[in-house]
């Protein structure tokens, strides 16, 4: 190895498999130079001042080592003191679906039943007779917690179905119209993991819970291929704009999958995506890994999405002890324990990577006890089980995370939105579990961040200051909402791009800005590793770079 590539592989700690990747990304002429920059690499030599790409590859780091391996063909981009740093990673997306909200109507921000009504009502009106109207997003806490009904919008939507989610996605308020075409009625039972809310005299009131919204979505008429890839297109270039280089998409079914396999295989894609399809289709995904492989890395597969409950806002979260506000319920397991088990006892056998949605405590705890059972019936292995959003712990489980090698994949926003008013829910002394992302960092987890977009926004720097601050979305709590659960921004910006390479099996090429390493990275306005954390979202996205490309920003 010569002297100039030796010293470039001594400005950041390569991992060995790196090496040949790193000797051959510095033969020649780099093909692009950044100069003038704060690069914060993630890795154990923070800090830089310049970059360069070769190919599709991080070659030089270090204005002395990108000056010395740039050549005539070397495009020079003076950054002008810009802050770089690897590709955001979002760890748990509805990618499809938020995509979609992006031209759909948003009650995000209705704060009265009035408004929430004149809104639908303008919307449907829009449309042509007979067409669904989605969207939604809505937050009946803006309200004072009221649940929204059909009586609301029923008048104002005579031809138009209505299907607008809960912020959470876990409840749809639907109008006469849907219902009639769901042929849900009073005499329709609740079905197994899910509700459909009914009035004092058993009517249905247009509101359907979890596993009852499959009712709904059964009869809403589908996307066409190419309104999927379009509507899949004007969301990778959102993200984009965010900083955001790769999502792991944890959907419920197969359509994003799909669609995603489809467009790779007829173009190239502007950003990375991991896809996890339905845990009960472990079978499926295993035959397809076995005969094809699990993608490249532009569209990969081989992850499956599991359900333990529901969600905090929809009461469907699992607890060992009673809501608060509704002492006759623990919340809805949404599968039988004996059956989730055996799926991802199934999926682990075959060599896929399983990560399980669980919100409440005896959500959390179930779910950590069948990881035990099942890692330890199949035998040791590198399986980097993950727990989706893990939000409401019992402190004696926090532990139990790095003991197991359990990753938490967790989503900060949330933190700031339910903490408005999750201790009507769950009371203080259960707040102690709650969104503990300072607890399990210290404990030795591994935890990862992310959006659960459209959930909560996309935007990374969002997510950012919600780890770091925890002020409340209401601005009720200016020091922070449960402040000794906050985490530095050091933590903060190593869980949305190194954490998440690890919990995607990608550690060896993306996450850090490493030589040999996939050149994923973003552009800021603001030094995020050492300016003032009250700043972070007013934070601009420069420039995106995927794949040594740039995907976003100035030409």
Not at 287 to 298: F, K, L, M, Q, T
Not at 482 to 492: D, I, K, N, T
Request: net charge neutral.
């Amino acid at each position: 190895m010569n002297a100039r590539i030796s010293r470039r592989l001594l400005l950041g700690a390569v991992p060995a498999s790196l090496l040949a990747r790193a000797a051959w990304a510095a033969e020649g002429d780099l093909d692009i130079a950044y100069l003038n920059a704060r690069v914060w690499t993630g890795a154990r030599t923070p800090r830089a001042d310049a970059i360069g790409i070769k190919g599709n590859r991080i070659a030089a780091l270090g204005a002395g080592a990108v000056r010395a391996a740039s050549g005539r063909g070397t495009q020079m981009i003076d950054l002008q003191g810009a802050f770089v740093m690897p590709g955001f990673i979002d760890n748990h997306t509805h990618f499809l679906r938020g995509s979609a909200m992006l031209s759909q109507p948003s009650l995000r921000d209705a704060a009265t039943p009035r408004e929430f009504a004149r809104r639908i009502g303008e919307a449907a009106a829009k449309l042509p007779k007979g067409k669904w109207l989605e969207g939604g997003h809505w937050d009946e806490q803006l309200w004072g917690g009221e649940l929204p009904r059909r009586a609301w919008i029923d008048a104002l939507t005579p031809d138009t179905p209505v299907a607008v989610a809960r912020l959470d996605l876990h409840m749809y308020l639907c109008n006469a119209v849907a219902l009639r075409l769901a042929g849900i009625t009073r005499d329709t039972p609740d079905p197994a993991g899910g509700v459909i809310v009914r009035d004092g005299n058993g009517e249905p009131t247009g509101i359907v819970k979890d596993a009852a919204k499959d009712l709904i979505d059964r009869v809403i008429t589908p996307l066409t291929d190419s309104e999927i890839d379009a509507t899949l297109a004007q969301g990778a270039a959102y993200a984009l704009s965010k900083g955001v280089t790769q999502a792991h998409v944890t959907e419920l079914d197969w359509t994003t999958q799909h669609a995603l396999r489809r467009i790779r295989a007829r173009s190239a894609l502007p950003m990375r995506f991991y896809s996890f399809v339905p845990l009960k289709d472990w079978e499926k995904m295993a035959s397809i890994v076995a005969a094809e492989g699990r993608g490249d890395d532009w569209v990969r597969w081989g992850g499956m999405k599991g359900l333990i409950d529901g969600s905090l806002g929809s009461r469907t979260a699992l607890f060992r002890q009673p809501y608060t506000d509704a002492p006759d319920s623990h919340g809805i397991a949404l599968d039988p324990l004996d059956k989730i088990e055996q799926w991802i006892a199934g999926a682990d056998k075959a060599g896929l990577h399983v990560t399980t949605h669980a919100i409440g405590d005896a959500a959390n705890g179930q779910l950590l006890d069948i990881y035990a059972r099942v890692a330890k019936a199949n035998g040791k292995r590198d399986r980097r089980f993950r727990i989706e959003h893990a939000q409401h712990l019992d402190v004696k489980d926090i532990p139990r995370f790095a003991a197991q090698g359990v990753i938490a994949s967790v989503q900060p926003y949330h933190a700031i939105d339910d903490g408005r008013w999750a201790v009507k829910r769950i009371g203080e002394k259960r707040l102690h579990g709650t969104y503990a992302f300072h607890s399990l960092i210290a404990s030795g987890a591994h935890v990862t961040f992310g959006s659960d977009w459209p959930v909560a926004p996309v935007d990374p720097l969002t997510g950012i200051a919600a780890a770091v601050l925890r002020q409340t979305i209401d601005g009720a709590n200016p020091g922070g909402w449960l402040p000794e659960q906050r985490v530095s921004l050091a933590q903060a910006l190593h869980a949305y791009t190194a954490e998440n390479a690890y919990a995607g099996f990608q550690e060896d090429r993306l996450g850090t800005l490493q030589i040999g390493k996939l050149a994923d990275l973003v552009v800021l306005d603001r030094d995020l590793a050492r300016d003032d954390p009250a700043g972070i979202t007013s934070t601009k996205v420069l420039r995106t770079i995927v794949d040594g490309t740039q995907r976003f920003g100035e030409a």
